[in-house]
């Protein structure tokens, strides 16, 4: 392990260095290393995300709702905020405890904990075991947090929204993926019956999908396990003023990009007769996978390249006045029947478009360190601020939809006119944002 040296703090001879204007030659990437942790990165979406397309019909098998379809979102939303609420109350000290004892040691207990936790939903048979293995992974899992500070101390101004870019990529590569393996591998047993003959699959019809993304996780511990190194960065407690602006960006965009992750699949799994699109899983799954795959691409090939071309504010102010109109597509789709695919495909640009909100953002997260040596704790409260966010999203959206639903309030569309409102407020943050981002090389 490399020994850091001292900790500095920086003081008004530090030199800054403006992103987005900077002449520098660009460092180039340490591949391999970037790499790993991409490859722990996607791990995460892959495991959380797959249990999308299935959550409301495995919701209904259970019949906890007693036959009342427009009560499936309630608990649905439960099981898919449960994760976010124990990381949110956990993720902080995962981070300051990687400061003191490595980055490595607490990205294994993470991946461990999401494996052994997917693996235990898919054995689930009642809502309570559900609950419990989803609480599970969220206490163990303070990985987000961790690898972007290994993203952090891997790059400096001239290549860090390529890094951060590769993030947001990976991530939408997860949440492609993740959807398509839940919506092709659940009941097994009807669609390869050949293979999957025997009582176990018809008892646990969702463990196919979540032995898979578990298995992504055992690769992903491999990689870390033989050949991610680190450097042990020591860590210091210190907030300044322009944190917090960066950070309430972060935490909104989190709880509407949740939000909207959450009314997707409860929406087009909804019945046609109370406003939703009535699609099977397997459906919600390619859908949701082509999402994630178009936001993957753009993230890949043009984040770094617009944020030079435009700067990281300009940018993030498009990519948030995206979600209103975003959400706007749900109500067009459950009124204009023969718009339905022309409105998905409007949903499928704006989710590519608002996608480039969390490269951004990232990015003002670390230039408001004010040395590289506190962004452990920076990041950590970051990951806290989005992951009490995220706890909070699919809860807050699916309840507002069931209600919306129950109570026919705007025609059962209020539930999205509320996050339009939202929308308005994180436009309002973005604002606030520096115009000119300064990004700390030492």
């Excluded at 109350?89 to 990687?98: A, E, G, N, P, Q």
């Excluded at 795959?293 to 300009?314: E, S, T």
């Amino acid at each position: 392990m490399i020994t850091a040296d001292p900790p500095r703090i920086a003081s008004e001879t530090t030199p800054l260095v403006p992103v987005g204007v900077s002449k520098k030659p660009k460092t180039p990437l340490p591949k391999f290393q970037i790499g790993i942790l991409m490859m722990l990165h996607v791990t995460e979406p892959i495991a959380s995300m797959s249990i999308f397309p299935y959550i409301n019909q495995l919701i209904k098998e259970l019949g906890i709702t007693g036959g009342d379809d427009a009560a499936v979102g309630y608990y649905a939303g439960i099981i898919e905020s449960l994760f976010f609420v124990m990381q949110s109350l956990t993720v902080l000290k995962w981070s300051r405890l990687s400061d003191r004892i490595g980055r490595k040691p607490v990205l294994s207990i993470g991946l461990l904990g999401t494996c052994i936790s997917i693996l235990c939903f898919g054995l689930s048979t009642t809502f309570w075991s559900l609950v419990v293995s989803r609480c599970m992974c969220g206490v163990l899992n303070g990985n987000v947090g961790v690898l972007k500070t290994m993203i952090a101390e891997l790059t400096d101004s001239t290549n860090m929204a390529q890094g951060f870019s590769l993030m947001q990529v990976f991530w939408r590569v997860g949440t492609f993926v993740g959807p398509l393996m839940g919506g092709i591998f659940e009941h097994p047993q009807d669609s390869w019956p050949g293979l999957f003959a025997p009582s176990f699959w018809r008892k646990y019809p969702y463990f196919l999908p979540c032995a898979v993304a578990a298995g992504f996780v055992v690769l992903a511990y491999l990689m870390l396990f033989f050949f991610l190194e680190e450097v042990d960065m020591p860590m210091r407690s210190l907030l300044t003023p322009t944190i917090v602006i960066p950070i309430a960006n972060y935490a909104m965009i989190s709880i509407l990009d949740i939000s909207f992750r959450t009314l997707s699949p409860l929406f087009f799994s909804t019945p046609m007769h109370l406003g939703g699109l009535g699609l099977s899983p397997s459906s919600i799954g390619l859908w949701l996978a082509l999402f994630g795959i178009a936001d993957g691409l753009l993230q890949a090939l043009f984040f770094a390249k617009i944020v030079d071309w435009i700067g990281p504010k300009r940018l993030f102010c498009v990519a948030v006045s995206c979600f209103a109109p975003l959400m706007l597509m749900f109500p067009i789709m459950g009124i204009v029947d023969h718009a339905i695919t022309f409105a998905l495909l409007g949903q499928l640009v704006l989710t590519v478009i608002w996608g480039s909100a969390f490269g951004s953002i990232f990015m003002f997260i670390t230039a408001s360190a004010p040395a590289k040596n506190v962004l452990g704790a920076i990041n950590g409260l970051g990951q806290t601020s989005a992951s009490v966010a995220r706890a909070i999203g699919p809860a807050l959206a699916t309840s507002l939809f069931a209600f919306s639903k129950e109570h026919n309030l705007l025609n059962g569309n209020a539930v999205f006119f509320i996050f339009i409102v939202l929308a308005g407020v994180l436009r309002w943050l973005a604002s606030q944002l520096p115009d000119e981002m300064q990004v700390r090389d030492e």
